[in-house]
């Protein structure tokens, strides 16, 4: 007699396999396990979230500091000697190390929600070590070199605050689904309070977090001041080599109101455009003067400076990545652009009826004009015939002398001083950066009728945000973008935040509430459910599945008759 045991079928998951195959190496069904996780893989549990949390953070302040990334490379320059996009290597390698930490916390999410242990393999350990490592050393390294970037953090947050909150809410209200099924699958009450302590701390603090989220973007429309002016700084960079005739004529394009330039004075006493101390980066001087290509640009004569290309350096390095979208004639009119002198910057601005500040670099000790370096300058706007009202002065140097000499000229700090000080030292502008004026200095030095702008302003985030805040002006590398921001980015009544701010608290809460009791009443139903369990059935009924089955045992009773 023979007798058959019931056909013993495996079910293959496929998707529990690569969860753990990957996370883990743990491929083969012997290989996985239901028991507590380990107390030395809970620690690299931690140093998991550490490490994502280090990537988000790091990852947000590389993005919001696209506004600075010229200024950026500037720095890397002045250390090096070679102009290069240095944050490209950066962002590559920060995007790619958050990808892959976010995918790892991602995979041990499915390993909790699963009730699988965790058990990262020692491949991922020593990937999620060098991750962290690193992001540690660059974020040492930008408070060393970069320190004032940090405050792009809390001023990005002033635009993107109400909309981080809305999606840092959506997130942990979805991980109510695995807080809930490890509170109801635990066995100690102990683990259970502190899980549900952990979270609803967590839940109830992005509740009221809008309490502290502050932006000058919450506000009637009506109170919205009117559209900053747009200052070209060092005319149109990204569209044209810096402080050239050809950037300013296209900033001009650009409708901007005013040109910003800095200025250095020649051997010779002639004022002329140049922002770095030499000409290496912005002209041809080791191919015309390759002895002194090392030497700074107040040493040259103006005669020198004039044989001198400006242009040429902008088509080669192409800074912005903007030189494929410029047409023939404008290429040809780059490579022939020459260095441009104080004076030639006024009288375009004279034309066109825009206004002009520069920043005036005083010659070292040993130059022939460190003395008078004012007066050649001053000198030089007389000269010019440009309206005195039009120009910007902001050396605070001989500033009385200045002032009676030519008293129309609109004086200008470079200094956060209180508006006391500036009103009694007839000081009527303030430029500073933008990370250097909150919306409340704006608004007080507004009401004392100090003019603020704002430098470099690239982002229209920024713009919006600046604009909300009632700042008068701003100095920007991108005018051709900012003139597409007719109306800030967002634009919200205080009313109407609150009512969002209140109705996702409402709808988080009623489906945190859902999902706990759906997860109740699910395991109540369940004893000790294993996903892994060897299903008992017949083929006929697994005949459309993909499934493994044993083979059958023959058991013989007896010797057959």
Known sequence: MVKHQPLQVYERQLCLSCITGIYGCRWKRYQRSHDDTTKWELLWSLILLLTFCLLLVWFYFWWEAHNDYNEFNWFLYNRSGVWSDGTAPILATTAAGFTYVAFLMVLALCHIALGQQLNLHWLHKIGVTAALLTTIVGVISVNQTWRQEWDVIPISLQATGPFLHLGALAAVTALSWIVAGQVTRAERTMFQVVVLLLYLSALLGLYVMPLYITSPCIMEPADLKPRPDVIGQQGAPMLAPENTLWSFQRALQMNVTGLEADVTISVDGVPFLMHDRTLRRTTDVEKVFPDRRMDEASSFNWTDLQQLNAGQWFLQDDPFWTVRTLSQHETALIANQCVCSLEQLLRLASYHNSTVVFRLRRPPPEHPCYDSWINDTLQAVQQSGVPQSLVMWTPDEH??????????????????????????????????????????????????????????????????????????????????????????????????????????????????????????????????????????????????????VMKEKLIFSGQPQ
């Not at 002398?401 to 000229?409: D, H």
């Not at 921001?485 to 608290?505: E, H, K, Q, T």
């Not at 139903?525 to 993909?546: C, F, K, W």
């Open 399 to 548: 500033r009385a002398q200045v002032r009676q000499q030519a008293p129309a000229l609109i004086q200008t700090s470079v200094e956060k001083l209180s508006p006391q000080s500036l009103n009694q030292s007839g000081i009527s502008r303030l430029l500073l950066r933008y990370n250097q004026a909150s919306t409340e200095d704006i608004r007080d030095l507004s009401n004392s009728h100090v003019n603020v702008t704002l430098y470099t302003v690239n982002e229209p985030w920024l713009y919006s945000v600046l604009w909300c805040s009632g700042v008068s002006s701003v100095s920007s590398e991108a005018p051709h973008i900012l003139r597409k921001v007719p109306y800030p980015i967002w634009l919200m009544r205080p009313n109407g935040y609150c009512l969002i701010w209140v109705s996702a608290d409402l709808i988080s809460f009623v489906v945190v509430i859902g999902i706990f009791v759906f997860q109740k009443y699910r395991m109540s139903g369940m004893h000790s459910y294993n996903p892994e369990q060897i299903m008992l059935s017949a083929t006929v009924r697994r005949s459309s599945r993909d499934i493994s």
